[in-house]
């Protein structure tokens, strides 16, 4: 984690209107974990367990698990999920939060398929969706 991310970690958790402790012992499912801003939320996340002793479980739907494992380490409350935002999402455990965070971000793809970057956009939407209503999800971030 690179120092300006730990600095904006650091003042979100000295943030006292944020109640943590809310957190604790929820499940969070995110999409789009090795992305900016799901890599950025699952971080924070990360460091909350660690330094403010919150157990939040993490499950992250991810497409490429060793890329997800360079940028995030091993970590007993971090659990991988292989899967595209755009198949249907089965998860046997309950669920507390969504966070979809999962989009085609690349100007090539734009242009050179476009239909994909509908298709996560569109389906990836309903599919987090169906599984918020599924678990009966608490929250949901798009």
């Known amino acids: 984690m690179d120092k300006y991310l730990k600095?904006?970690?650091?003042?979100i958790k000295e943030n006292k209107?944020?109640?943590f402790s809310d957190l604790s012992g929820k499940v969070v499912f995110?999409?789009?974990?090795?992305?900016?801003?799901?890599?950025?939320?699952?971080?924070?996340?990360?460091?909350?367990?660690e330094d403010m002793d919150i157990p939040v479980k993490i499950i992250a739907l991810v497409r490429n698990q060793e890329k997800a494992k360079k940028m995030f380490g091993e970590n007993e409350n971090l659990i991988f999920i292989s899967g595209d935002v755009t198949d249907p999402i089965h998860i046997e455990t309950d669920i507390d939060y969504?966070?979809?965070a999962a989009s085609q971000t690349s100007s090539r793809a734009f242009i050179e398929e476009p239909l994909n970057v509908i298709n996560v956009a569109i389906n990836g939407t309903i599919n987090t969706l169906?599984?918020?209503?599924?678990?009966?999800?608490?929250?949901y971030i798009y």
């Not at 600095?7 to 003042?11: Q, S, Y």
């Not at 169906?130 to 929250?139: F, G, Q």
């Open 98 to 100: 969504i966070v979809h």
């Open 17 to 19: 209107e944020i109640v």
């Open 7 to 11: 600095e904006d970690i650091d003042k």
């Open 130 to 139: 169906e599984l918020a209503k599924e678990k009966n999800v608490s929250a």
């Open 30 to 49: 995110v999409t789009g974990a090795t992305g900016i801003i799901g890599y950025n939320f699952i971080s924070t996340l990360l460091s909350i367990n």
